[in-house]
């Protein structure tokens, strides 16, 4: 039987490479489309952090949600709406001002990573979600507060889409290369906790693809999903990594997520970057205004009172637009 993880080692992963195998990864990337780099956050502490910080940003959305409480993960708290259940996100304004988000984003590693496999050193960082998977079989739910009693139970509607494949590259409008995605791992995937999967080596024959298929697939949108009778879903491999792990895939990798069918949450930080603009000056104030927003916006200041505020490094200041790559300088701007 074919196994439906990708290039598996002795532990049941996929192969992952670290940071400094730099000819190795780039040759894997170029080969398969998609690379994974171990240990590219290496502080369990920051790990944790980011993820009491995703706790936090639950209880803003609904102060009921408890991560001790199982009781009260059920949909009628969770905040389904915000793409919680179909995809596993978490679409929240707080993305791009809360104090961890911004310490991953700006980690020296993750930023490193992204200027070999773009081949460009100066970069903007996009302003990406979080994304959470509830665990689906074997919950342990409280049964009698006063005894500390539990019950055992599945909850097979809190999972994800299933067979969820897709682009987020126009193929009709973009058949070549634009650019690369990513997502943090922060907790360990297996084929049971959910996570990501992708067509390995599809890259290579996308152009072709947006050909054969533009008569009956065209698509105008920018997300485009793989048609369900597509011989593409016989190849969608699992990819599975140890938390603090980094997955980056070019954009042309059909890619999805596969539903949680464990007792454990999956847990993700996505972050993506490009080519930093800085001669467009409509973008980088609009990118400075984003960063901003808990300045900008009464509702947001308001929701995220207690979060701690983002501290920049030079590097995460040069991701955001607020330094300059080219002259090191600090960018001029209304909140000066």
């Not at 999967?197 to 698509?219: A, L, M, Y």
């Not at 699992?238 to 990798?253: A, C, E, T």
Request: aromatic letters at 12%.
């Amino acid at each position: 039987m074919a196994s439906i993880t990708a290039f598996p080692d002795s532990n049941g992963y996929t192969k992952s490479f670290s940071l400094e195998e730099t000819s190795e990864l780039l040759e894997f990337f170029e080969e398969y489309g998609f690379v994974v780099i171990r240990n590219i956050i290496d502080s369990q502490s920051q790990i944790e952090e980011t993820i009491d910080e995703i706790w936090s940003l639950l209880r803003v959305l609904n102060p009921k949600i408890d991560k001790n409480d199982s009781s009260t993960w059920d949909n009628k708290y969770w905040p389904i709406q915000m793409g919680l259940k179909d995809g596993g996100f978490i679409s929240h304004m707080s993305d791009v001002a809360t104090k961890m988000c911004w310490e991953n984003r700006q980690h020296p590693n993750v930023v490193r990573l992204f200027q070999i496999l773009l081949k460009h050193d100066d970069l903007w960082v996009r302003y990406d979600r979080y994304g959470m998977m509830r665990p689906t079989k074997g919950i342990a739910f409280k049964q009698n507060d006063n005894d500390g009693s539990v019950i055992f139970e599945d909850r097979p509607e809190w999972r994800s889409k299933p067979n969820w494949l897709h682009w987020d590259q126009n193929p009709w409008k973009y058949p070549d290369f634009i650019g690369v995605q990513g997502l943090l791992a922060l907790s360990d995937t297996n084929p049971n906790t959910g996570g990501f999967h992708c067509v390995p080596g599809f890259t290579h024959r996308f152009k072709q693809w947006s050909i054969d298929n533009e008569k009956e697939h065209k698509s105008r949108g920018g997300l485009v999903n793989v048609p369900e009778n597509d011989s593409i879903r016989n190849e969608v491999k699992q990819i599975h990594v140890q938390k603090g792990s980094f997955i980056v895939w070019d954009s042309r990798l059909p890619h999805g997520n596969f539903p949680n069918e464990s007792d454990q949450f999956r847990i993700v930080q996505y972050i993506t970057f490009d080519p930093a603009k800085e001669d467009d000056k409509r973008e980088l104030t609009s990118r400075i205004d984003a960063f901003h927003m808990r300045t900008l916006s009464s509702k947001a200041d308001e929701q995220l009172a207690g979060f701690p505020e983002p501290q920049l490094t030079e590097l995460g200041e040069k991701i955001v637009g607020l330094r300059s790559w080219k002259t090191n300088e600090r960018v001029k701007s209304s909140f000066e």
